[in-house]
């Protein structure tokens, strides 16, 4: 069975910083591409950001390019989401998903709160 479980979010001040990381389970985690999504209320979930299977290559959405960084570990099936300047448009439950082809997982979601 795939998992994916994402850290514990929590309440930020704008300017600050949070990591995430998810934990994958059940699955051949490198042949993977994983990404993370974002929902805040009353919107649809949007893409944030997405590394390739061997790291090499990334992606960001532009409202949180320079800011954000994602980042994996093969070894220990991590994904992280390294998230600095943080501002109050941030606050949204971040989900990690993990991609191949047509098929898709997603983890449970955790919420990140940035206050003014």
């Known amino acids: 069975q795939v998992q994916l479980v994402e850290s514990v979010g929590g309440l930020v001040q704008a300017g600050g910083s949070l990591r995430l990381s998810c934990a994958a389970s059940?699955?051949?985690?490198?042949?993977?591409?994983m990404k993370w999504f974002r929902q805040a209320p009353g919107k649809e979930r949007e893409f944030v950001a997405s590394i390739a299977w061997d790291g090499e290559s990334t992606t960001y959405a532009d409202s949180v390019k320079g800011r954000f960084t994602i980042s994996r570990d093969n070894a220990k099936k991590m994904v992280y989401l390294q998230m600095n300047s943080l501002k109050p448009d941030d606050t949204a439950v971040y989900y990690c998903?993990?991609?191949?082809?047509?098929?898709?997982?997603w983890g449970q979601g955790t919420q990140v709160t940035v206050s003014s």
């Open positions: 998903n993990a991609r191949q082809l047509t098929t898709t997982y």
């Open positions: 059940g699955l051949i985690f490198s042949s993977y591409t």
